[in-house]
């Protein structure tokens, strides 16, 4: 990205075995309870979010999305993607067009992330925007939904 990192790869890991398998199983627990299905391209491209330690590129996912180094089809992927969002599994990052596994486990929450310039890493937090929100209501905006995204660097990499 933009400085020189000066620290070992792997400083924001993802998440692998038991955790990774807890965090999909409590995903198609959610998928049951809104009357939807966690298919098995859905769960692949949420399973590679979750493993990743940085935001990943739609086409990243397609080249690691078979378990034997097959690509994708762009459509699964992306059909996938639009899946996660919806159900709130997942978050684009608008500035860096690409996609993280969404931390809190609630849905329609405000997402908010800090984005490393070193190492790319992305942390999300849930923002306090309740003013700004009501401050559109007078101009006769009804806001739906708000991305935040704040630059700088991480611990690891300051």
């Known amino acids: 990205m933009g400085t020189e990192c000066h620290h070992e790869d792997g400083a924001h ?36 979010l979750l493993e990743a330690n940085a935001p990943l590129k739609a086409y990243d ?21 639009e899946f996660l969002e919806r159900l709130g599994f997942a978050h684009r990052i608008e500035s860096l ?26 942390e999300e937090f849930e923002p306090e925007l309740d003013a700004q929100i009501a401050a559109a ?6 806001v739906r939904a708000v991305t935040l995204e704040a630059r700088g660097l991480c611990l690891a990499c300051q």
């Open 13 to 48: 890991p993802g998440i692998k075995g038991v955790d990774l398998r807890h965090a999909l199983v409590s995903a198609e627990s959610r998928c049951v309870q809104a009357q939807e299905r966690l298919t098995t391209p859905r769960r692949r491209v949420l399973e590679l």
């Open 97 to 122: 067009n690409a996609y993280v596994p969404c931390r809190r486990d609630k849905q329609g929450h405000r997402a908010a992330f800090l984005i490393c310039e070193c190492c790319g890493a992305a």
């Open 137 to 142: 209501a007078p101009a006769g905006y009804a």
């Open 61 to 81: 996912l397609i080249a690691a999305f078979g378990a034997h180094g097959e690509p994708a089809k762009p459509p699964t992927v992306y059909r996938a993607l």
